[in-house]
């Protein structure tokens, strides 16, 4: 299975179908799809059903809006989270459904742009309403998706550069934690414990060629899923060449893994770690 927020399906048509032809993946959960429900089944609907997918998607125009594309079955599908604040209305930010026997949950968590605003809060009352979905049920399941958080100071490429920013506050990263307390294991960092990984990169100042990016995009998974882990890495490849997302692909391979257990990023970067406290992010010049 893979996560990827692709930042406008429609933008990303050129690189998501032979993405889908490179990888076979059996379950894909997208994020920031950007498109109301019609208007992505009139631009995917074919391509998708013709490579075997069946599809729930839960969009809006223009912004947000998740998807799950499934080739092992698509039972009980779900949009929203119950309970979940809006800013001010409900917002398409996630879908879950079941496939091959795990409740899979597509997710693009609010991002709370800056510490202590109101997208800051509504992003932690969202995910209080995302953590009491998935602590009322019991099934195998998979969290999957732009989670606007990196889990520790090993998830960016610079701390220090972050000092004052979102993504990284102590009060994001005890809601997410608190999320995991329910179950759910990081399974990147499970078999990658110690390793450089990153899945997102801003499209400013060059940040990805000198690999300056952040950990995000994240696979939780409940111990029945996450014992059955045979592979799990960065596609670092989708992230390259014209016209990509801003974020990579997490793949996860449960059970068999036919690329062998390659990651944590694939390919790996070509340039070293930046010295510490030598680089700003761009928002901050």
């Not at 990888?23 to 075997?52: I, P, Y």
């Not at 709370?112 to 998935?134: F, K, N, T």
Request: proline share 7%; with cysteine.
């Amino acid at each position: 299975m893979a996560t990827w927020n692709v930042n406008s399906v429609k933008q990303r048509v050129p690189r998501l179908l032979p993405w889908l032809d490179q990888r076979h993946a059996d379950v894909v959960c997208l994020q920031e799809t950007k498109l109301a429900d019609r208007a992505f089944a009139e631009l995917l609907g074919d391509e998708l059903a013709g490579r075997g997918y069946a599809i729930a998607h839960h969009g809006e125009v223009q912004w947000n809006g998740v998807a799950i594309l499934s080739r092992v079955g698509l039972d009980d599908v779900a949009l929203g989270v119950p309970g979940a604040p809006g800013f001010p209305h409900s917002e398409a930010r996630a879908v879950s459904a079941t496939c091959g026997g795990i409740r899979v949950h597509s997710v693009y968590v609010p991002n709370g742009r800056v510490p202590d605003s109101d997208h800051d809060r509504y992003e932690l009352a969202w995910l209080a309403a995302l953590r009491e979905m998935i602590g009322a049920d019991q099934q195998a399941a998979m969290v999957c998706g732009d989670m606007n958080i990196a889990p520790t100071d090993a998830d960016v490429f610079d701390p220090e550069a972050y000092v004052g920013q979102t993504h990284v506050t102590p009060a994001e990263r005890a809601a997410l934690a608190e999320l995991q307390a329910l179950g759910l294991r990081d399974v990147v960092r499970d078999r990658w414990p110690t390793q450089r990984v990153f899945t997102y990169w801003d499209y400013r100042a060059g940040m990805f060629h000198q690999d300056l990016g952040m950990r995000i995009d994240l696979v939780l998974a409940t111990a029945p899923v996450a014992n059955r882990v045979r592979a799990a890495w960065v596609d670092r490849q989708a992230r390259k060449g014209t016209g990509p997302s801003d974020h990579a692909p997490v793949i996860v391979d449960l059970d068999e893994a036919p690329d062998g257990d390659i990651g944590p990023v694939v390919p790996p970067p070509s340039m070293p770690a930046a010295r510490r406290g030598s680089v700003k992010l761009p928002q901050s010049g």
